[in-house]
């Protein structure tokens, strides 16, 4: 299982978390097509632009609770104050892509920055 986990400001647009992903996908030298799910933290479920983003590429966007985000965020590679301050999390993208991804489950770098969007790209540990 291959996920992208996606943090953002308030209000984006569905073109900025796409173009983001793609960016992500890009710097590992994937296709969209590898993905299994988008990931977001709960604090992001009413963003319309991540659900946007999800139906556009035919993908299950899944909601991450904040015990997960916690769970994992030892595992990540960045670090926001902000997002730790919001969140609980260093990182909301890369955390809810761990956490989703599930046991054992690694990310491929640290999340890449596209504006006001966020994308980190996990795997699942059971991937080649």
């Given at each position: 299982?291959?996920?992208?986990?996606?943090?953002?400001?308030?209000?984006?647009g569905v073109?900025?978390?796409?173009?983001?992903?793609?960016?992500?996908?890009?710097?590992?030298?994937?296709?969209?097509?590898?993905?299994?799910?988008?990931?977001?933290?709960?604090?992001?479920?009413?963003?319309?632009?991540?659900?946007?983003a999800g139906?556009?590429?035919?993908?299950?966007?899944?909601?991450?609770?904040?015990?997960?985000?916690?769970?994992?965020?030892?595992?990540?590679?960045?670090?926001?104050?902000?997002?730790?301050?919001?969140?609980?999390?260093?990182?909301?993208?890369?955390?809810?892509?761990?956490?989703?991804?599930?046991?054992?489950?690694?990310?491929?770098?640290?999340?890449?920055?596209?504006?006001?969007?966020?994308?980190?790209?996990?795997?699942?540990?059971?991937?080649?």
């Amino acid at each position: 299982m291959m996920v992208a986990g996606i943090g953002s400001r308030k209000g984006v647009g569905v073109e900025d978390v796409l173009a983001a992903i793609e960016t992500a996908l890009e710097a590992h030298g994937l296709a969209m097509t590898a993905l299994s799910a988008l990931a977001t933290a709960a604090l992001k479920k009413d963003e319309a632009a991540i659900a946007a983003a999800g139906r556009a590429l035919n993908l299950p966007v899944i909601i991450v609770d904040d015990a997960a985000l916690r769970g994992v965020s030892e595992e990540t590679l960045s670090h926001s104050d902000l997002s730790q301050e919001v969140a609980g999390t260093p990182s909301v993208s890369e955390a809810s892509a761990l956490a989703v991804a599930g046991a054992g489950a690694k990310l491929l770098g640290p999340r890449i920055m596209l504006g006001p969007v966020t994308c980190a790209i996990a795997i699942s540990g059971d991937a080649p």
